[in-house]
């Protein structure tokens, strides 16, 4: 898959699946799925180094994870986040950022927001970097809000959102991650747009969808908002796993002597 390959993929109506992704192992394991695109997410901060915010990722932390995705899942399309006000700074701190980004690895980069930073969007895709938009809820926004809340739930706050999606659209974004707004405003703002939407707590009617990879496994145990939707029961499988080992290491019947040398 390709930035071009999303809007391909709208204009034939095929949904689009991507996952986040931080790490070198998952990264090996998500190779070998039929995963269309991987998102190394700012919520690293979050899931991977237990903040309770994305406010702590840095342009470093994120060319990290980056780097490491990138060597386990070449052939996947990658998006890193540009974390927190790195796209803030000016174009010439939010091209370096980018630049750090896509040389570990990244085909892509993805922020949050669009009023305020039209130049960067722009510069961005002016310069090659296929942009990824991002509204409805901005997780680096949280204090903004109060909290984790979904948005788009006045007629004001939906008109915005709808606004900033066709504005990033028209800036040149090639797909525009829709979180945490009612189902019908997302349905409506797909309806709208010539880019796909892809969708987390934005109903059926986004054009593809994404999960925090460590939510759909459910080995996410600390934080379950209600679309998280856990297609295994990874921490139940993890910690029955870690028991059988205990027990084996215990009972003396591991290791046994074919895992033994001579
Ligand atoms: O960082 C992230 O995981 C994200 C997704 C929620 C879209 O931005």
């Known amino acids: 898959m390709s930035s071009t390959d999303f809007l391909q993929a709208k204009a034939e109506g095929r949904k ?12 090996r394991l998500l190779s070998k799925s039929p995963i269309d695109a991987v998102l190394v997410g700012d919520s690293a901060a979050m899931v991977m180094h237990g903040h309770s915010s994305t406010l702590a990722a ?39 950022a980018a630049s750090a980004l896509m040389i570990a690895g990244a085909h892509a980069v993805k922020l949050e927001g ?22 409805g809820l901005q997780p680096q926004s949280v204090h903004a809000y109060g909290g984790f809340r979904v948005q788009g739930q006045t007629s004001d706050s939906a008109q915005n959102i709808a606004r900033q999606a066709c504005a990033l659209q028209q800036l040149g974004a090639f797909a525009v991650v829709l979180e945490c707004v009612p189902a019908r405003l997302a349905h409506e703002i797909s309806a709208s747009l010539r880019v796909p939407t892809i969708g987390i707590g934005a109903g059926a009617g986004c054009d ?12 996410n145990t600390d934080f379950r908002p209600k679309f998280a939707r856990h297609f295994l029961d990874g921490a ?24 033994s040398y001579s």
């Open 16 to 27: 689009v699946s991507m996952v986040t992704c931080y790490d070198y192992t998952f990264a």
């Open 208 to 219: 593809g969808q994404i999960l925090v990879l460590q939510d759909l496994l459910g080995i």
């Open 58 to 96: 840095s342009v470093d932390l994120m060319r990290l994870h980056t780097e490491a995705v990138a060597r386990g899942a070449a052939s996947k399309f990658i998006v890193a986040d540009m974390p927190f006000l790195s796209f803030r700074k000016g174009p010439a701190a939010a091209l370096d």
């Open 236 to 259: 139940r499988c993890v910690l029955d796993t870690l028991a059988r080992f205990d027990e084996a290491v215990k009972t003396g019947t591991f290791p046994a002597s074919e895992e």
């Open 114 to 135: 669009v009023d305020g930073h039209e130049d960067v969007v722009q510069q961005l895709v002016q310069s090659g970097i296929p942009v990824m938009g991002h509204v």
